[in-house]
């Protein structure tokens, strides 16, 4: 055999098994990814229960060479935990969730989701009506409302994001379930709260196929 052969032969095997263990490599990856992958978009943020109010943040990017832990830390759910049933009963639903929209208080961030800038006169709506589980300037429409006025709520609406929770707007199942920055208190009324720069990072990093996946 020449030596030629010999060389080609070598090649292949070395390229055979190069692609064998990078395989090996991505599969045991998402084996050990905490979420399903054909249930996400390009970044996940997982949030885990630890216990009462307490949770542990992850958030993930999906690169070319696969997903990779971009950043971690703790964050705050509901007072009362997870597990959301109703309006006011202060937990976090779980499960996968989608997102509708970045706001904040400050500035976009640069996001590529669609920002809402807060202004004085927005309110979170939790009462029945066409406008409930809805972000809305009341400035701008002709019925009155009640609900969060957001632009007094510093600084954990210094930035955020609108969730799918209840997107068919259903009364009473629960209203304005967001992430958001955390506040002077260890809890939430039931949405998921994260550490100021840990907010903003994610919201500098994601587009509109971010997915929470709450656990």
């Not at 990078?22 to 630890?50: E, M, W, Y």
Request: aromatic residues 10%; negative net charge; glycine residues 10%.
């Amino acid at each position: 055999m020449s030596q030629m052969i010999m060389k080609q032969i070598f090649f292949f095997l070395a390229f055979f098994s190069l692609l064998l263990t990078a395989s090996c490599k991505r599969s045991s990856t998402i084996q050990d990814l905490p979420f399903a992958v054909d249930s996400v978009g390009n970044q996940v943020l997982v949030i885990t229960h630890a216990d009462s109010s307490f949770a542990a943040a992850a958030f993930y990017v999906h690169t070319p060479e696969g997903w990779r832990l971009d950043r971690s830390g703790d964050a705050f759910v509901g007072k009362m935990g997870v597990g959301k049933m109703r309006e006011g009963d202060a937990r976090t639903p779980l499960g996968y969730l989608g997102i509708l929209s970045a706001f904040g208080i400050q500035p976009n961030p640069g996001t590529q989701i669609p920002y809402i800038d807060v202004t004085p006169t927005m309110v979170g709506v939790d009462c029945e009506g066409e406008y409930y589980n809805q972000i809305v300037d009341t400035a701008l429409i002709k019925v009155e409302v009640t609900g969060e006025n957001m632009h007094a709520i510093v600084p954990e609406y210094n930035f955020g994001l609108t969730t799918t929770y209840n997107q068919a707007c259903v009364p009473g199942l629960g209203s304005c379930v967001f992430i958001h920055c955390k506040g002077s208190k260890p809890y939430t009324g039931g949405c998921v709260a994260l550490d100021e720069d840990f907010m903003k990072h994610v919201l500098q990093v994601s587009d509109t196929t971010l997915t929470i996946y709450i656990r």
